[in-house]
């Protein structure tokens, strides 16, 4: 028995199959939309069929204008069919109407992939370094229409669809095509564009409709607490920093002035009204104040997409997006653009290591551990209640690459500092026995994520160069900061987390009991120059319960600001780029809070002002200053002059670098201050005082040297010369050599 579709004379059998087809389109049940749906020539004839909800009547266009004809109903759940004349295959236009009224359509499935061979042989291999302009929502004009192309990575999925507003959440509408070599699901759809909100409705291999998830490529995103995805606008941004990028490349990051200024923007500041500012806000405010503190860059916490406020971003799930805190991604740009026209670099804290389960985002992102391990062994990390990472799956790890590629690319990012390194590389990490699965050889390094680092470091230095990549991480892992190429991590720099405990410990004891720990602030000098290394007083020191820097001073309060800023200018003539946290410039008193701004009313103190001229002042000798910068990863940069004055808990040293006059550090770490203290020098002759912590100007007793020190030929001694210099209390002096 045949049966007839119009002229078009088909099998029982096939009738059948192809009333499936339709009851699958209807209830959202069809894996290979495209087979089915649009313009299919059958049996000589070309056959359209369209699935659009809530119509009445449906009649179809070609792209010229010219009517195609009316399609009839198949299922009263919206399914339409019907035989046409047209010279080949081409984009369909529907125009629907219902009692209601009457809307027009254009087929999503009438258009080809938009995707090729090269992305599935790419992406295949794990080797695409360009998926960001791949996956993703992209706004675009296809076979002559305008609209958006999404595409995501779901392989194990039975029907992954794009939903929003302009659908009703109905994941039946826009069914996407599945390119089974790679595991993308695609679809192009006509007319939207900029500003169109988004999700995927994922069936899960059993069958099962997931949460909706937010696009893992999406650029950008709602404000919280909304999750959706967003269309970004595919105008190029008109960078303006071609100069500063150009010199750039041309810098030696460990023999230039690394001074970072750490900023959470959701606390740096706050408006009146005690909302965010915006990135333009912080682009006219936080650059130039960066700025006039002499800063050489600004790092920022994760400015990634996050769901919680007090996360801090260290739980995104939208790893391509900046915040929508503060605004679109044409507005992080312009702050980025502002900064380098300022003279300054950007860092961002980028976080590899884990990610949260909200409903929302990787968490089994198809309906199967995707981008986490399935073993929580491996694929949960018990300190923060997140996912981790599957870095030994190439899908994952390209996702994680072009991450950060991606930043240091469209937002001429200058670095990334790396989250949690020492989680990454230990499969026990905060973990008890039996609780981790040992490597292939038994051992507990995370062979997977090391292979991951070096890959990542690499094609950063290899494709940005005078970028850098900075890892926080707090053991004794060799070769951080060394090149993968030499069996190292790749890093450029990693975080002295051991300096910081060790002086902050010595720092926070009554200066009485200082001399019994001495080494607290020589052992770093140990290791100084093992890694390249930068100081961090970051933001971990100053939350959780920990008090700000200023509280954990010993003594009164004009003790306190003194050891303060003696401590600060310790740091600025140590070895090692700087670090410092908003706020603790001009000694914040509070613990920081990050749901409202930094005390600025400080600066009205006097104390407060000169904690603020200091940092600026430091930051100026550590520029102007070659001794001070030029070898900092070096030990011929470095020379102890008095190491084991335990007694009086003075430190002196020298700071030198090839043919510039060398820099004497000297530190009190008493109230107690020292007349005719004597220093050997290595030349005879004037030193002038660049810095005394001690000075009036910065609110201290205004004791000191008269601004310089002459220090004389000596016989007989290890040093060719000393001077006797006056030592002020609580104070770090910096005494720069004048040759006659």
Partial sequence: MRRCRGSVRVSKEDWQADAREVEAIVNGRNPNPFAFLGLHEIGGQWVLRAFI???????????????????????????FEGKISISGRQPIRYHAKNA????????????????????DYYIGEGNHLRLFDKLGSHEMEFEGIHGTHFAVWAPNAQRVSVVGPF?????????????????????????????TLYKYEIVGPDGVVQPLKADPFARQSELRPRTASVVPDPTEFAWTDAKYIEERAMRDWRRVPMSIYEVHLGSWRRRPDGGFLSYDQLAEQLVPYAADMGYTHIELLPITEHPFDPSWGYQPTGMYAPTSRHGDPAAFARFVNAAHEAGLGVILDWVPAHFPTDAHGLARFDGTALYEHADPRQGYHPDWNTAIYNFGRREVVSFLVNNALYWLEKFHIDGLRVDAVASMLYLDYSRQQGQW??????????????????????????????????AEESTSWPGVSHPAYTGGLGFGFKWNMGFMNDTLRFMSREAVHRKYHHNDMTFGT??????????PLSHDEVVHGKGSLLEKMPGDDWQKFANLRAYYAFMWG?????????????????????????????????????????????????RELPAL????????????????????????????????????????????????????????????????????????????????????????KHWPAEAEIYLPPLSTLFLKYEPA
């Avoid at 449906?58 to 204008?65: I, K, M, N, T, W």
């Avoid at 140990?526 to 100081?535: G, P």
């Avoid at 020292?674 to 002038?688: C, H, N, Q, T």
């Fill in 53 to 79: 909800p809530h119509a009445e009547t449906v009649s179809a266009y070609a792209l010229d204008g010219v009517a195609l004809g009316p399609l009839i109903p198949r299922h009263g759940g919206g399914f």
């Fill in 100 to 119: 209601g009224g009457e809307w027009d359509v254009y087929d999503p499935y009438s258009f080809g992939p938009v995707l090729g061979p090269m992305d």
């Fill in 167 to 195: 659908n009703e959440w109905d994941g039946r509408r826009n069914p996407m095509r599945n390119r089974l070599e790679t595991g993308i699901w695609e679809v192009f759809i006509p007319v939207l564009g900029t500003g």
């Fill in 437 to 470: 699965v040992p490597n292939k050889f038994g051992g507990n390094q995370n062979l997977e994520a090391v292979e991951f680092l070096r890959r990542v470091n690499s094609e950063a230095y290899r494709l940005h160069p005078g970028t850098f990549m900075i």
């Fill in 526 to 535: 140990v290791y100084a120059f093992s890694e390249n290394f930068v100081l």
């Fill in 574 to 622: 140590h070895p090692g780029k700087k670090l410092l946290f908003m706020g603790q410039e001009f000694a914040q008193r509070d613990e920081w809070a990050d749901g409202k701004s930094l005390d600025w009313y400080l600066l009205d103190a006097g104390m407060h002002e000169g904690m603020r001229r200091l940092i600026a002042d430091l930051n100026l000798a550590y």
């Fill in 629 to 716: 910068h030029e070898r900092d990863c070096e030990p011929e940069g470095f020379e102890w002059v008095i190491g084991n004055d335990h007694a009086n808990s003075v430190f002196a040293w020298l700071r030198k670098a090839p043919g510039s006059d060398p820099v004497l550090v000297v530190s009190n770490f008493t109230p107690v201050p020292r007349s005719g203290y004597k220093i050997p020098m290595p030349l005879a002759g004037k030193w002038v005082e660049r810095i005394n912590t001690d000075a009036g100007w910065y609110s201290g007793s205004n004791t000191g040297n008269q601004g310089a020190v002459e220090a004389y030929a000596v016989e007989g």
